[in-house]
């Protein structure tokens, strides 16, 4: 039987940063950039702070491999115009808090920026996005390399290995059917659930390990009031949402718009816009 699990986000609040749970985040790391990923510490980040333990819309965890390397993963519900800069600056920040005063440039490790959004975050149909940024010559149109010197010292192949790399994962893009471990893993996300038959790495862990019933009293608690600051959240998005599509159409209506065109421009149905329109008769 598939059984509900807790959300991601909120389990990354409080469960994944636990070292008996690192297999589930590693899990889902590894499906996502095709090499297997060790966790060897979570880091502090925005997310972290204890006051924010409630805040519905944003969670982010920031992870360290073995090798250095760090990995901020975070998931964001609310629409955010200028979600993309946000991204450039979190990756950006990381660079200069964890380079020491007088190291070397080289020490600088590889940066990877995973984006787990639930809103329409640019215009694109697919749900897993991957940006790969090369050097490219403006006339010869060939990729800038490293040289030997620096594949050497670097473990680089190319410049853009130096660079850091950016994933977005749109859940809300996804049609719910799996054709692989990564889509099972897309699935979790938008359903908090795993079906019996997915395989990916780390949903074994979650399936065990974030379940509602095995949280403890406290935690059940705290779940609780999250789920419910989630709906009284999502109830005033969708009333200020109404408000602005309400006074849309009434100003269409007043423009000489027709019902049709004023349903499609504010998503209100036919027989909204005409109960609309006979209150301004």
Known sequence: MNRKLIRFDWAMKKLLRHKANFGILEGFLAELLRFDVKIESILESEGNKQDEYDKYNRVDILVKSP????????VQND????????????????????????????????????????FGLGQGKDYVYEYKGEFIGLHENDILLPTTLQKQDFKVEKVSDIFPKYYILKVNNFNNVAKDTLDEWVYFLKNSEVKDNFKAKGLDKAKEKLRYENLTYEEK?????????????????????????????????????????????????????????????
């Not at 090798?67 to 975070?74: G, H, M, P």
């Not at 005063?101 to 639930?118: A, M, Q």
């Not at 100003?251 to 349903?263: H, Q, R, V």
Request: proline share 1%.
């Open 67 to 74: 090798s250095n390397e760090l990995l901020l993963v975070e």
């Open 221 to 281: 608690k705290m779940y609780d009031r999250f789920q419910e600051n989630r709906r009284i959240e999502n109830s005033v998005r969708y009333t200020a949402k109404q408000e602005k599509a309400v006074e849309m159409a009434k100003k269409a209506i007043e423009k000489g718009f027709d019902n049709e065109t004023i349903a499609d421009l504010t998503d209100l149905t036919i027989e909204q816009v005409e109960q609309l329109r006979s209150t301004q008769a």
């Open 79 to 118: 629409s955010e115009i200028d979600y993309f800069q946000r991204m450039l600056f979190g990756v950006s920040k990381l660079v200069t808090e964890y380079i020491k005063e007088g190291e070397p440039y080289g020490t600088i490790k590889k940066i990877y920026s995973i984006n787990i959004v639930y």
